[in-house]
């Protein structure tokens, strides 16, 4: 066991405050389980921003790591290496995309993404460039990425914002067909609006934006970066919305924690070339190996179930408290929800369940997606037990707050 440190012994004045962070330094992680230097536990539900798909330390991914840096850890991108070869291969076997650019990140996938339809515009489309976008949508924190996004307040940030996006409203179709013309070169979507507080698409706007691309020809471009890798039940969210897009973003879950995204790209979509993108670090042979392991243990139907099933019986019990304490609508699919609360409660419902945690009993770690929303984003190897603890944790919290309900 490590000495306990107390939060003020620690100095954090180093790090840049680029967000505002609770007084809690996490030192261990096991499962769905997280401690602090104190030595007091949380039931994590936040799990690194829907990262770690299979909890803290699982032994699949410490043995991997082990085992491939002591083997092989990096390259460079101008040679093959075996593992990189192994992901992409099982990456375009377990999908409807043919070819894969490895990158360190999400907005780094989206930010070849952009790039790829710039490239596919100069060539197919008479150097079209826009890319249509949504409102609230957010796909990462480059400045590329943060011109494509809807989050509010982003475009003030950082000026000039790079151009050649516009954002329309999302779920309404007519304002995609009115907004093509002849600049336009690509939509770009998440299938569930993660950051925005868990806002689905409707499966007749995805499908009629497909339409609408191949009438137009223009590229389906999907930012699976939060809802692939099983986090919303199937492997690919867009699997279940019965589209077959020309380019797939991944991120978060593919590493389990390490740190690897993906660009995913149809046969006819795939037109760098040599000299056109790359990096340092893309494709290293120890993150590779790591989310080849993650994606062979995610990609089994029995897992994909479970997911299933533990995200039902968190939806039924997050439906059950919203009546109990007359709150909202309940949203997501698989393990990635959200509950509506009354006006802006849901930042003081979250550090109450996270200074719940005493020497005695653990404390709840959730996000609030918006001041009004609470998001669960639990690993999705977690177990109906700690489902049950969280959502009577919750329960607990909502009735001692008194900006709850009755
Ligand atoms: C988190 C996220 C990103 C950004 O990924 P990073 O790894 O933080 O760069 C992009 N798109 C979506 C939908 C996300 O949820």
């Not at 012994?9 to 007084?23: F, G, H, N, S």
């Not at 093959?80 to 099982?90: K, S, T, V």
């Not at 593919?254 to 979509?269: K, S």
């Amino acid at each position: 066991m490590t000495a306990t440190l107390a939060f003020d012994q620690y100095p954090t004045d180093a790090l840049m405050r680029v967000t505002q962070r609770p007084e809690a330094v996490f030192v261990r992680g096991l499962g769905s389980w997280l401690w602090d230097s104190t030595g007091q536990r949380y039931l994590d539900f936040v799990q690194g921003w829907a990262v770690n798909a299979l909890g803290h330390a699982p032994a699949l991914i410490t043995e991997t790591l082990v085992h491939q840096a002591g083997r092989l850890m990096h390259t460079g991108p101008g040679f093959y290496n075996d593992q990189a070869i192994a992901l992409a291969a099982e990456l375009t076997r377990l999908s409807c995309l043919d070819r894969v650019f490895f990158t360190n990140s999400g907005a780094e996938a989206n930010e070849g993404a952009i790039k790829l339809a710039r490239k596919w515009g100069q060539l197919h489309r008479r150097g079209a460039s826009t890319i249509l976008s949504f409102g609230n949508s957010f796909h990462g924190r480059t400045l590329a990425t943060m011109a494509a996004s809807g989050k509010p307040g982003f475009d003030r940030l950082f000026p000039p914002a790079l151009p050649g996006f516009v954002k329309l409203p999302y779920n309404d179709l007519a304002a995609v067909e009115a907004a093509i013309d002849g600049h336009t070169v690509a939509v770009m979507l998440e299938l569930v609006q993660g950051e925005a507080g868990v806002v689905e698409a409707e499966p007749a706007f995805v499908q009629g934006l497909r339409r609408l691309c191949d009438q137009h020809g223009l590229l389906l471009m999907i930012d699976e970066v939060q809802t692939g890798i099983g986090r919303c039940g199937p492997l690919f969210l867009h699997s279940a919305y019965g589209v077959r897009p020309d380019v797939v973003t991944l991120g978060k879950g593919l590493g389990g924690g390490v740190p690897i995204g993906a660009l995913l790209a149809r046969e006819a979509t795939s037109c760098f070339a040599p000299g056109d993108q790359g990096g340092t670090y893309n494709g290293n042979a120890l993150v590779c190996a790591v989310g080849l392991a993650v994606l062979q243990q995610v990609a089994r139907p029995a897992f994909g179930a479970t997911v299933q099933a533990r995200g039902e019986q968190l939806a039924q019990g997050l439906h059950e408290l919203s009546k109990r304490h007359q709150l909202g609508a309940v949203r997501g699919q698989g393990l990635l929800r959200a509950l509506d609360v009354p006006g802006d409660a849901a930042p003081a419902i979250v550090a109450a369940l996270r200074q719940r945690a005493d020497a005695k009993r653990p404390g709840l770690l959730l996000n609030a997606a918006r001041p009004g929303t609470l998001r669960f984003m639990p690993a999705l190897n977690v177990g109906s037990g700690e489902v049950e603890l969280a959502l009577a944790m919750l329960d607990e919290v909502l009735a001692e707050l008194t900006v709850c309900g009755g």
